[in-house]
């Protein structure tokens, strides 16, 4: 499931543990937070906390081949 609501989306699913996982993201600050919802008891835990500003800089991270210079590399250039 996802919902938006302006710079604020956010999607859950069910985890196989018997929680829904709850990923917020803010487009504005480019933060990514997730959170585990226990279905029983309410309990709310941050899992996670994430600028990815930076991460969103790297051309090419565990990608696999071919890498997007090796594709790059094969077009005419310009």
């Known amino acids: 499931k996802s919902a938006q ?3 604020l989306m956010a999607f859950s699913g069910d985890a196989a543990d018997g929680r829904t996982q709850l990923v917020l993201i803010d487009a504005k600050t ?4 997730v959170y585990h919802i ?3 008891t309410g309990q709310v835990a941050l899992r996670s906390v994430r600028n990815v500003h930076w991460d969103l800089q790297i051309d090419d991270f565990n990608g696999g081949s071919p890498s997007p210079q090796e594709i790059k590399s094969l077009l005419p250039t310009r």
């Open 5 to 7: 609501s302006g710079d």
């Open 38 to 40: 226990d279905r029983a």
């Open 30 to 33: 480019r933060a990514v937070g």
